[in-house]
T-cell receptor, first 113, second 116 residues
C-alpha cells in the first residue's frame, strides 16, 4: 500500500517569511496529491491539490510542486501570516484503487509575530 | 457547495455503551464516504470505506463488529461504536467524495468521543 512521509514535524517561521513542507510517497502509481490545513479541533480543509500530469500549481500565497521521478511533493507558503498557523497534512491517492487517501504525519506550522 | 455535516459534535458516554455518529452530505450525493479516526497530535487514520448499498470495507486492524458502518442512502452514512471503552476515545471524522472520477474528499467537522 501507499506510504507517505512528511517533514518537518514542526516548523516555526517569522511573519512574512516563507514556509516549505515536504512529502514523499512510495507508490509511483499515485496520481492525486492534496494538501489539507487543520486548525485545532476542526476539520481538515483542502487548501490546494495537484495531479500527476502537472509539475506545479499556485494559488495566491500557496504553491505545490510535484516531482514524479523522485516521488516527492512540496507545499510552499509565501508571506506567512499568523492565521497560517495550523497543522498541515499532505496526502496521496491512487484513483481507481478505492480512492483511499493516505495522509502524511502532519506539520505543525507556527508563524510568529 | 460540497458541505458535509456530522452529528453529534461531542459525545460523552459510559464504558460499555454504544454510540452512533451520523455523517451527511448536505448538497451533493456521495456514493462513497470514508471514516477516519484521529488521536491527539496524530494524523488521520482511515478506518473504513463506506459504499452506498453495500458492505463497508475495513482497513487492516479495524474490527468490523466493533465499528458498525451503514450507508443506507446517498447522503447518509453512520458509524456505531459498539461497547465503547476508554481507548476508543478519539476524534472521529468522516469525508465524502463526489463520485465518478472526482478524487476530492470533503470532510465533516468531526465528532469528539470521550468514553469514561
Amino acid at each position: 500500500g501507499e506510504n507517505v512521509e512528511q517533514h518537518p514535524s514542526t516548523l516555526s517561521v517569522q511573519e512574512g517569511d516563507s514556509a516549505v513542507i515536504k512529502c514523499t510517497y512510495s507508490d509511483s502509481a499515485s496520481n492525486y496529491f492534496p494538501w489539507y490545513k487543520q486548525e485545532l479541533g476542526k476539520r481538515p480543509q483542502l487548501i490546494i491539490d495537484i495531479r500527476s500530469n502537472v509539475g506545479e500549481k499556485k494559488d495566491q500565497r500557496i504553491a505545490v510542486t510535484l516531482n514524479k521521478t523522485a516521488k516527492h511533493f512540496s507545499l510552499h507558503i509565501t508571506e506567512t501570516q499568523p492565521e497560517d498557523s495550523a497543522v498541515y497534512f499532505c496526502a496521496a491517492i491512487l484513483t481507481g484503487g478505492g480512492n483511499k487517501l493516505t495522509f502524511g504525519t502532519g506539520t505543525q506550522l507556527k508563524v510568529e509575530l | 457547495g460540497a458541505v458535509v455535516s456530522q452529528h453529534p459534535s461531542w459525545v460523552i458516554c459510559k464504558s460499555g455503551t454504544s454510540v452512533k455518529i451520523e455523517c451527511r452530505s448536505l448538497d451533493f450525493q456521495a456514493t462513497t464516504m470514508f471514516w477516519y479516526r484521529q488521536f491527539p497530535k496524530q494524523s488521520l487514520m482511515l478506518m473504513a470505506t463506506s459504499n452506498e448499498g453495500s458492505k463497508a470495507t475495513y482497513e487492516q486492524g479495524v474490527e468490523k463488529d466493533k465499528f458498525l458502518i451503514n450507508h443506507a442512502s446517498l447522503t447518509l452514512s453512520t458509524l456505531t461504536v459498539t461497547s465503547a471503552h476508554p481507548e476508543d476515545s478519539s476524534f472521529y471524522i468522516c469525508s465524502a467524495r463526489l463520485g465518478g472520477l472526482q478524487e476530492t474528499q470533503y470532510f465533516g467537522p468531526g465528532t469528539r468521543l470521550l468514553v469514561l
